[in-house]
Structure formats: C-alpha cells, structure tokens
C-alpha cells in the first residue's frame, strides 16, 4: 500500500542554515563573528544569592558597556571580569546597596569625581580605580568617560 503523504504541499520548504557558533559562549548565530556580548555560567553563578539592587546595578553596568562594544562577562570566586580583547574592568562587590567596580589604567586620573581610590597594581604600570556606583543616576557623563577609556584599554592595539 502507498503510504499517502499527509499536506505534502503545505510543508515548509526545509531550510539549511549555516550557523557559527562562538566557542566562548556558545550561542549560535547564522552570521560568521557575529557582534554580540557573551556570558558565561560562571557569571550566573557568581550573581546567585546578591542582593538585587546590585544585580540590577550590575545589569546595567553591562548594558552600558554594551553601548560602547562588544564585551565578554566572565566570572572568578572573588569577582566578575569584563572584556575586550582582554579584561578592562573587575566587578569586586555586589553590596546591599551598591556596586563596586575597578578600572586599571596606566596613568593616575585624580582630577575626578567619581573615584573613591586610586591605587598602583604592585609590580606594574597599573592604576586601579575604585568606583562606587550606588544610583542608576550615578553611572552619569564622567563615569560612563571613563568605562570608554577602559573598554580602549581592553582592546588590541594593532
Ligand atoms: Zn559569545
């Protein structure tokens, strides 16, 4: 008996995708390199049991980063590292009440006012910057200054 083929003519035409998928992440996407933030479950992790202020502050940390570049979100025991090419900024403390993040740089930035402290990494060229955000507001013209001279920093010189 001829097995007759149900709404033959109604189906979908098969479509092949190619996909890339990118090994840090792996999400998939059709377009090759395609731009876009990664996370990985370590990060998830590292946010389980913060307090939610700071995760929303952290969250917006990220969408901010994000407007200026791609970036990679990676997570240690003690902190969380945003990258570039390579790390630019380490998100140290999730408290009740704020986020703290350090910035490196290869110079002191001391006319400013958003810093709390600024301290040479021993044994390199390296300033870390210490920024308290504690308000939404806070991530205001100067700060998000900074968080572009940073994200540079975290990308290759060619
Ligand atoms: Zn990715």
Same mark, same amino acid.
């Given at each position: 008996m001829r097995k007759r083929l149900i709404n033959y003519k109604f189906e979908k035409p098969l479509t092949i995708k190619l996909m890339w998928t990118c090994t840090f992440c792996n999400r998939s996407f059709?377009?090759? #390199?395609?731009?876009h933030s990664c996370k990985d479950q370590s990060v998830d992790d590292f946010l389980l049991g913060k307090p939610d202020y700071a995760i929303n502050l952290f969250d917006l940390l990220i969408s901010k980063f994000e407007e200026i570049g791609p970036i990679k979100i990676h997570a240690t025991k003690s902190m969380v590292v945003i990258s570039a090419?390579?790390?630019?900024?380490?998100?140290i403390n999730l408290g009740k009440n704020f986020l703290d993040i350090v910035l490196p740089f #290869?110079?002191?930035?001391?006319? #400013?006012?958003?810093?709390?402290k600024i301290a040479l990494v021993p044994g390199t060229n390296d300033y870390n910057h210490h920024l308290r955000i504690?308000?939404?507001?806070?991530?205001n013209e100067e700060v998000f200054d900074y968080m572009q001279k940073a994200y540079d920093k975290g990308k290759k010189k060619f």
């Open positions: 059709e377009k090759v #390199n395609q731009t090419d390579k790390g630019f900024a380490y998100v #290869n110079e002191r930035f001391e006319d #400013n006012l958003c810093f709390r504690m308000y939404q507001e806070d991530f």
